[in-house]
């Protein structure tokens, strides 16, 4: 097991910009690394994606072209740097990693999870 703690999160007006920070208590070698997000009486969906490699990363439609992940493998920490944000970006964000492969990150629910920070967008 592996303990993930995000931080950044935080209140900011339309088209302001967040970032956001995972850390992973151990090394996470190998692992697919992504975000997620769940907004009040939704449910939780895929944000982004990266491998270990940092070779490949994947993002929502809904966020892609506004949103970069990334990765620092001598930190064991990723990234969400979110730009142009939007009211409907509005959610408690996850992070999470798995021994998957990056496409899986999209399909299967990943084993590890941190406890989430809040980001509001306000109009």
């Known amino acids: 097991q592996v303990q993930l703690v995000e931080s950044g999160g935080n209140l900011v007006q339309a088209g302001g910009s967040l970032n956001l920070t995972c850390a992973a208590s151990?090394?996470?070698?190998?692992?697919?690394m992504g975000w997620f997000r769940q907004a009040p009486g939704k449910e939780r969906e895929f944000v982004a994606a990266?491998?270990?490699?940092?070779?490949?990363?994947i993002y929502s439609d809904s966020v892609k072209g506004r949103f970069t992940i990334s990765r620092d493998t001598v930190k064991n920490t990723w990234y969400l740097e979110m730009n142009n944000l939007k009211p409907e970006d509005t959610a408690t964000y996850y992070c999470?990693?798995?021994?998957?492969?990056?496409?899986?990150?999209?399909?299967?629910?990943?084993?590890?999870w941190g406890q989430g920070t809040q980001v509001t967008v306000s109009a």
């Open positions: 999470a990693v798995d021994s998957v492969v990056i496409s899986m990150m999209k399909t299967k629910r990943p084993s590890n």
């Open positions: 151990r090394s996470v070698r190998g692992y697919a």
């Open positions: 990266i491998s270990w490699t940092g070779g490949r990363d």
